[in-house]
């Protein structure tokens, strides 16, 4: 079982950049899905020879079309930004559409402020909201 220092690190370097490769291969198949500016039939030609020609295919890709790549992601990056944030506002919106528990109890503890209601009411009606 003898591996010389050198044919470990080798090994290591390569391993390395193959998974490196393969993370570069998945980001271009989902820059080509992402891609708005493609047809579908532009589309299945780039996947096809992606997928036929690997090496080939991923470096005339970078090379053809890797400047758009970080444009493109950054868009798909903003677009699920607002999404989230419409949907943050709209929940928001939802969950004080009845007033809330606290505007309810602020509302309850005014009453009893002024007098319009006795604190066994108070009690009765703070326990309703909060169950």
């Known amino acids: ?4 220092l050198l044919n470990a690190f080798w090994t290591m370097c390569l391993i390395f950049l193959w998974v490196l490769w393969l993370i570069l291969l998945f980001r271009i198949i989902g820059d080509i899905f992402r891609s708005r500016d493609l ?19 991923v ?7 890797g400047h758009g790549m970080s444009e ?6 903003e677009r699920q930004q607002k999404q989230l944030q ?16 606290a505007d309810a109890l602020a509302k309850l503890a005014d009453l009893k402020k002024h007098g319009d209601i006795t604190e066994e009411e108070f009690q009765k009606a703070k326990a ?4």
């Not at 047809?39 to 295919?57: D, E, Q, R, S």
């Open 1 to 4: 079982m003898d591996y010389p």
């Open 39 to 57: 047809n579908n039939w532009a589309k299945t030609g780039w996947l096809i020879l992606v997928i036929v020609l690997p090496f080939l295919g």
């Open 59 to 65: 470096f005339i890709y970078v090379l053809a079309r």
């Open 72 to 77: 493109r992601e950054v868009a798909q990056a």
């Open 86 to 101: 419409a949907y943050l506002r709209e929940t928001a919106a939802t969950g004080d559409a009845g007033g809330g528990h």
């Open 128 to 131: 309703k909201i909060l169950a």
